[in-house]
């Protein structure tokens, strides 16, 4: 039997999808549902409410392919919270002779044990809330397929891919651990990428990992840390017919709003990647009522720092910035180093046909780094177009991740 290599695989559910029949919409459909979903999706369809799953779904058929997969599990409702539904199905799904699947809380590992070095791929299974945007629709747009719906980006993509490959790979060149986990769109606290490695470390032990967050198909090295501070003034309570009896802590606030306007944010080289740092005001809370002039007034600032920078020094720089204010630090989480100086990164890199560019925003490589894993970013989706109302996703993207990881994969 002639061998079939995973380009012809790849080639082929790419030919089975383009293949299946749903209508084609115009161009002035495609436009009205991506600035405003809510017009198709309330004349054309209808929903079950509070059930956890759309239309019933609580079963995912594993002989579908990619496009109808990720469309499925984008109608298998899972905000924040509420993943039980589809942890359900990817459970039963993944419950295959070559893989032995854990489950905790609502995250499900489904891992290979063929004796040989492990890869861990990863993706989290929530969304943020859904708004009209459901079910997940298929338009054609001039040559190209674009799926449209909660998820679709954000990251049931890239699960659908994982999932694919998860029930597809039966043999490989490396053990792998496909992490499906919940709770990445809430509290940090909550997340089911850290409850796993509280509970059950070994799980996430590995040579190195890749997270499925949207990256355009494009490979992303690690990523910036972030840090979120208060910058408060303090004032005197006045009514405003007399402000000579008070002081105004918005009017003592114009220097901290003077010194971000002015700071110059660097680009930091870290292992041949350029990563921009920011720093930004990103709200400011003042005043009780439109007579009284504010005793309080808080900045909060928002400093994305490279992956070389400790929390400690990223805190020492907000610090000697603001000196003479008062500083409240809020959230901090460190970023992760590209992980790409090792002989696995190399393999992928070759594989995928690709170089690495930085990962700006901060996601749950971190996480692995922490954990001494090297890890990188790799999925389908505009991550500019996460947690949109128009949220979605080209079908090109899922052909183009799933055929770099089979080609790295597969013997």
Same mark, same amino acid.
């Given at each position: 039997?002639?061998?079939?290599?995973?380009?012809?695989?790849?080639?082929?559910?790419?030919?089975?999808?383009?293949?299946?029949?749903?209508?084609?919409?115009?161009?002035?459909?495609?436009?009205?549902?991506?600035?405003?979903?809510?017009?198709?999706?309330?004349?054309?369809?209808?929903?079950? =409410?509070?059930?956890?799953?759309?239309?019933?779904?609580?079963?995912?058929?594993?002989?579908?392919?990619?496009?109808?997969?990720?469309?499925?599990?984008?109608?298998?409702?899972?905000?924040?919270?509420?993943?039980?539904?589809?942890?359900?199905?990817?459970?039963?799904?993944?419950?295959?002779?070559?893989?032995?699947?854990?489950?905790?809380?609502?995250?499900?590992?489904?891992?290979?044990?063929?004796?040989?070095?492990?890869?861990?791929?990863?993706?989290?299974?929530?969304?943020?809330?859904?708004?009209?945007?459901?079910?997940? =629709?298929?338009?054609?747009?001039?040559?190209?397929?674009?799926?449209?719906?909660?998820?679709?980006?954000?990251?049931?993509?890239?699960?659908?891919?994982?999932?694919?490959?998860?029930?597809?790979?039966?043999?490989?060149?490396?053990?792998?651990?496909?992490?499906?986990?919940?709770?990445?769109?809430?509290?940090?606290?909550?997340?089911?990428?850290?409850?796993?490695?509280?509970?059950?470390?070994?799980?996430?032990?590995?040579?190195?990992?890749?997270?499925?967050?949207?990256?355009?198909?494009?490979?992303?090295?690690?990523?910036?840390?972030?840090?979120?501070?208060?910058?408060?003034?303090?004032?005197?309570?006045?009514?405003?017919?007399?402000?000579?009896?008070?002081?105004?802590?918005?009017?003592?606030?114009?220097?901290?709003?003077?010194?971000?306007?002015?700071?110059?944010?660097?680009?930091?080289?870290?292992?041949?990647?350029?990563?921009?740092?920011?720093?930004?005001?990103?709200?400011?809370?003042?005043?009780?009522?439109?007579?009284?002039?504010?005793?309080?007034?808080?900045?909060?600032?928002?400093?994305?720092?490279?992956?070389?920078?400790?929390?400690?020094?990223?805190? =020492?720089?907000?610090?000697?910035?603001?000196?003479?204010?008062?500083?409240?630090?809020?959230?901090?989480?460190?970023?992760?180093?590209?992980?790409?100086?090792?002989?696995?990164?190399? =393999?992928?890199?070759?594989?995928?046909?690709?170089?690495?560019?930085?990962?700006?925003?901060?996601?749950?490589?971190?996480?692995?780094?922490?954990?001494?894993?090297?890890?990188?970013?790799?999925?389908?989706?505009?991550?500019?177009?996460?947690?949109?109302?128009?949220?979605?996703?080209?079908?090109?993207?899922?052909?183009?991740?799933?055929?770099?990881?089979?080609?790295?994969?597969?013997?």
């Amino acid at each position: 039997m002639e061998e079939t290599t995973a380009d012809q695989i790849a080639e082929r559910h790419q030919e089975q999808a383009l293949d299946t029949k749903y209508p084609r919409h115009c161009h002035l459909s495609l436009w009205l549902r991506a600035h405003d979903p809510t017009h198709y999706l309330k004349e054309s369809h209808s929903f079950e =409410q509070n059930t956890g799953s759309l239309l019933g779904m609580v079963d995912i058929d594993l002989s579908k392919n990619l496009v109808e997969l990720t469309m499925d599990i984008c109608n298998i409702e899972s905000v924040s919270g509420s993943e039980q539904s589809l942890a359900n199905a990817l459970e039963k799904a993944l419950t295959l002779p070559h893989l032995s699947v854990l489950r905790d809380g609502n995250a499900v590992v489904a891992s290979t044990n063929f004796g040989k070095p492990r890869i861990l791929i990863a993706g989290h299974i929530d969304t943020v809330p859904i708004a009209n945007n459901l079910p997940a =629709q298929l338009h054609h747009f001039e040559r190209e397929q674009v799926i449209i719906g909660r998820g679709s980006v954000d990251m049931k993509g890239g699960i659908a891919v994982m999932l694919k490959l998860a029930s597809e790979l039966t043999e490989a060149k490396y053990d792998i651990s496909w992490i499906f986990y919940d709770n990445e769109e809430v509290d940090s606290s909550l997340n089911g990428l850290g409850r796993l490695s509280r509970n059950n470390p070994e799980i996430l032990k590995g040579e190195f990992a890749i997270l499925c967050e949207p990256t355009s198909a494009l490979v992303e090295g690690g990523c910036n840390g972030t840090l979120r501070a208060l910058v408060r003034t303090k004032g005197v309570k006045a009514h405003s017919a007399r402000p000579w009896m008070g002081e105004n802590a918005i009017h003592k606030a114009a220097p901290i709003l003077a010194r971000l306007a002015d700071y110059q944010p660097q680009t930091i080289s870290v292992d041949g990647l350029e990563y921009r740092e920011s720093l930004n005001a990103v709200s400011i809370k003042a005043g009780i009522a439109g007579n009284v002039i504010p005793d309080l007034c808080e900045v909060e600032v928002n400093y994305r720092f490279a992956p070389s920078k400790s929390g400690s020094e990223a805190k =020492q720089v907000i610090e000697e910035l603001f000196e003479g204010f008062q500083v409240e630090l809020v959230d901090l989480a460190e970023g992760a180093r590209p992980g790409l100086d090792t002989e696995l990164a190399a =393999q992928f890199l070759a594989a995928t046909g690709q170089s690495a560019r930085p990962k700006y925003g901060w996601t749950d490589v971190a996480r692995f780094s922490a954990l001494g894993i090297p890890a990188i970013n790799y999925g389908p989706g505009d991550p500019a177009l996460a947690h949109a109302d128009n949220e979605n996703l080209p079908v090109g993207h899922l052909f183009d991740v799933e055929k770099g990881l089979r080609n790295w994969l597969s013997v």
